[in-house]
């Protein structure tokens, strides 16, 4: 019984080690809630950016992002607009158009914004699709979904978010650190779409396991039980 125990405290233990992932477009540990500072919006499928071209105002036009994250240009063809700024988009315009036009003078305006919903899952208290309020952390994000459960290890917090291209990135976030010292805060601003989950704590999964290793060993109906008067009750 103990060896049974012990290895599977040290399954249970390894199953909790996660490393983030490093990404130039994920920067978890760089934000910090003293800066004060608002990370630039990301655009995403189904926002509406109005194209102006300033010296060409007849290829003027307001197009919305496709499913696919692209949009679809006069001349240049495709080009990818999820998870970028309307800078960024803008630069790429201004180059690509520059073996079109005399004069590239391109503007990326954004004009509507698609629904903005984040998911938290795992040990909070309510756990499902919440829609985004505005520029907020993971912390914030599970105290809307109710906050931790008593089984929820705080420490380990997994942040999934969706990458240009479809590669899906991953960041482990201490969020108990950062309640106790916001110094230590690695919070990042969310984005439409990321995912937060709470796993399970150690001692968690071992109750757990312990408790429907017991209910299959032990020969007991626990849904059956006697009282001390001897008469027979289901429960």
Known sequence: MRSLLAASALVL???QSVTPTPSEYFPVAEWRHEDGRDQPYLLAPGDT???VFNSVPELN??????????????YVGTVQA???????IQAELVQAYAGELRY????????EFDSQK?????????????????QIDPLQAVIMAGGFTPGAQPTQVALMRRMPGGEVMTAVIDIRA????PRLADFTPLRRFDVV?????????????MEQWFRSALPIDFSLYYDLAGDFRGR
């Open 197 to 209: 989950y709470v796993p399970r704590s150690a001692i968690a999964e071992e109750n757990l396991f």
């Open 61 to 74: 036009r307001d197009i919305k992002i496709a499913p696919d994250g692209s949009l679809t240009l006069p």
């Open 13 to 15: 233990g390894a199953c």
């Open 82 to 88: 999820s998870a970028r700024t309307p800078a960024e």
């Open 49 to 51: 950016v109005s194209i």
């Open 104 to 111: 590239p003078d391109v503007d990326v305006i954004p004009m």
């Open 178 to 181: 950062g309640l106790n010292d």
């Open 118 to 134: 984040i998911f938290v899952g795992g040990e909070v208290q309510a756990p499902g699709m919440l829609d985004l309020p505005g």
